[in-house]
């Protein structure tokens, strides 16, 4: 089957400016989510999705990011404006159920200059 | 809150067995994941033990489960030179509703 999809693999904006990225699940997937990784460190669960509904969104800073899965399949996630310590990579993943194992993209490197 | 640790370096020789260990604070965890992480890739599920299991072997990996230390490793066997990478140890939590990971483990291989 293929995997989760994600574009674009790398980004480079200026602090202040907006970005987008954009994840395909894994086909009949219900569950999406969207993970922060800091260089170093695990990823950190930013909004889990089920179906087109939020399911968790308590660690997403709402003030500047936004993510929407409007017809339950397809995913972005806006950051709007970037701030320098918005540097990570931005993992997306999906999973059958709430309960069973993620798959994850390759993520998108987001680069703050 | 739920809370998973891990150590941060492994270095092992090639042919030997490597042991990633990991802790973790949520007792009713349902679900403890192994991913892996190559560099510039996403993290690739490796094995997982439900939480009623004591071990789980799945061709070169063994994954120990200790529910009263709250404590799971993962042995690999005979690590090869592929088998480089950061490796994370996870737990999801009893609600299912979000999964913890913790810093990961580098693991490198000498000759």
């Known amino acids: 089957e293929a995997g989760v999809a994600q574009s674009p693999r790398y980004k480079i904006i200026e602090k202040r400016q907006s970005v987008a990225f954009w994840c395909n699940p894994i086909s009949g997937h219900a569950t999406l989510y969207w993970y922060q990784q800091i260089l170093g460190q695990g990823p950190k669960l930013l909004i889990q999705?089920?179906?087109?509904?939020?399911?968790?969104d308590s660690q997403l800073p709402k003030d500047r990011f936004s993510a929407e899965r409007l017809k339950g399949v397809d995913s972005t996630l806006k950051i709007q404006p970037a701030k320098l310590e918005d540097s990570a990579v931005y993992l997306c993943a999906s999973s059958s159920e709430r309960d069973q194992p993620q798959h994850f993209g390759d993520g998108t490197r987001l680069s703050i200059l | 809150g739920e809370d998973v640790e891990q150590s941060l370096f492994l270095s092992v020789r090639e042919g030997d067995s490597s042991v990633i260990n990991c802790t973790y604070t949520d007792s009713s965890s349902t679900y403890l994941y192994w991913y892996k992480q190559e560099p510039g890739a996403g993290l690739q599920l490796l094995t997982y033990?439900?939480?009623?299991?004591d071990m789980k072997q799945d061709q070169r990996l063994t994954v120990l489960l200790n529910k009263k230390d709250k404590h799971l490793s993962l042995r690999i066997a005979d690590t090869q030179t592929g088998d480089s990478a950061i490796y994370f140890c996870a737990e999801i939590d009893s609600s299912a509703s979000k999964i913890i990971f913790g810093s990961g483990t580098r693991l490198s291989i000498r000759p």
């Open positions: 033990i439900f939480s009623n299991m």
């Open positions: 999705f089920q179906n087109n509904g939020v399911v968790d």
